[in-house]
């Protein structure tokens, strides 16, 4: 029987096991960054707005296929994506007369992991 010198497992190593928070304290400058983002999806239609550019196929959406499910008007709709683009959740491209944008996936990652807490253990008996 042959010992195997302990092979790293790809996508587990210690900063991704358990969430920031579970870890240790958010630092001053973390806390502050990750509240800009919290505070930018805080509004039911910039959530709304990152969930239909995240949805569309390719992962882009031009700023005129955004507009249509809202009851807002179009400055407002270009008000609450310029805020989520300053909390560096989206980014955007302009292509003629129109603007694209498409969601960023690392600061996603960063707010998600921040929020997974490990199971609790069940207790005997419960």
Avoid: N
Avoid at 99 to 112: C, D, G, K, T
Wanted: one cysteine or more.
């Amino acid at each position: 029987m042959s010992k195997q010198a302990g092979l790293p497992v790809l996508g587990q190593d210690d900063a991704a096991c358990c969430a920031p928070m579970v870890r240790e304290p958010l630092g001053e400058g973390a806390a502050a960054e990750l509240s800009r983002m919290f505070k930018a999806l805080s509004d039911p239609i910039r959530l709304r707005l990152l969930s239909l550019i995240a949805s569309y196929e390719g992962g882009e959406a031009c700023v005129c296929d955004l507009t249509g499910p809202f009851d807002v008007s179009q400055p407002t709709i270009s008000h609450h994506l310029k805020v989520l683009r300053e909390a560096g959740l989206v980014d955007s491209e302009r292509r003629g007369t129109w603007v694209y944008y498409w969601v960023l996936p690392e600061p996603l990652a960063r707010l998600s992991a921040l929020l997974e807490i490990p199971a609790a253990p069940v207790k005997a008996g419960a």
